[in-house]
């Protein structure tokens, strides 16, 4: 008998328009193999890659990946160093990538506090791929969700200081069109790999409702397998959004 595949019956799956990633475990994947951390994170950065073609080979339109948290500053700075250089690379390889997959890009999170030349690699970035209408890659650089709401309830603040706002104009629709995040719908399924089960300050308001999908699988290891993996036990799931 033919041995059964992850990829067999994908066709019955319902598959979720947006799933975000916590890629965690670059650290552990390259301790098992005596290699310093940043060659786990240079694995990291290639799985990056290739999971946006499976995700939408598989019919993903949103593809949200957290990179680099607000607080992934406290380690070392030889460490810091190596995952901005990366970026560096990855933010140039990926306009001809976008170009090649009909990609679109946005970076979220805090851009003022990364160097002036990845700023403008990322303003390039998201420039040239807004002609896109393929799967809509989101990622998180210097990104808190804490942060990302201190930034938003600061501009509410400067609007209503202004006059331009008042209390009841502050709906959740409004809270939402604040953020990082305001071209995009709500994730429908969070994968954390590594096997921790925390989400470590990533979009925290936009999780409310979201299916949470842990894994004890390295992010340098995760791949097609893995992620239908995580859209069958999603499809599992009865999503009732508070109601019964
Ligand atoms: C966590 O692994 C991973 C991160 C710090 C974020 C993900 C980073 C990448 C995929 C590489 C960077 C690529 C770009 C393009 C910026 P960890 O170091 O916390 O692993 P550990 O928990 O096993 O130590």
């Known amino acids: 008998m033919a041995k059964k595949t992850e990829e067999s019956d994908i066709s019955e799956l ?11 475990g670059n650290g552990r994947w390259a301790k098992k193999r005596l ?19 499976d995700a939408w080979d598989l019919g993903i339109k949103y593809l949200t990946l957290y990179a680099f948290s607000t607080e992934n500053w406290k380690r070392s700075e030889e460490e810091v ?20 997959n009909n990609m679109r890009v946005r970076i979220i999170g805090d851009r003022t506090a990364l160097d002036e030349d990845i700023q403008e690699k990322i303003a390039h970035l998201e420039e040239v791929s807004k002609i896109y209408t393929g799967l809509n890659l989101t990622i998180a650089i210097n990104y808190g969700g804490r942060d990302e709401l201190r930034r938003a309830v600061t501009a509410m603040a400067e609007e ?10 502050v709906t959740e629709q409004y809270i939402s069109s604040k953020l990082d995040t305001r071209e995009l ?3 429908d399924l969070l994968i954390r790999t590594s096997g921790e089960l925390r989400t470590s ?7 409310a409702y979201t299916e949470f999908y842990f894994t004890d699988c390295l992010w340098p290891d995760f791949n097609k397998d893995e992620l239908i993996k995580a859209i069958r036990y999603y499809n599992g799931r009865d999503r009732r959004y508070g109601g019964v």
């Open 185 to 187: 719908p709500d994730p």
């Open 81 to 100: 160093t190596g995952i901005m250089n990366l970026l560096r690379k990855y933010l140039v390889d990926c306009v001809e990538r976008s170009a090649k």
């Open 160 to 169: 209503a200081a202004k006059g331009e706002l008042a209390p009841g104009d």
């Open 35 to 53: 290699l310093p951390r940043n060659m786990g994170h240079r694995a990291g950065a290639k799985t990056m890659e290739d999971i946006c073609e």
């Open 14 to 24: 319902k598959i979720p328009g947006h799933v975000a990633i916590i890629m965690d």
């Open 201 to 207: 300050n990533f979009l925290i308001w936009q999780l």
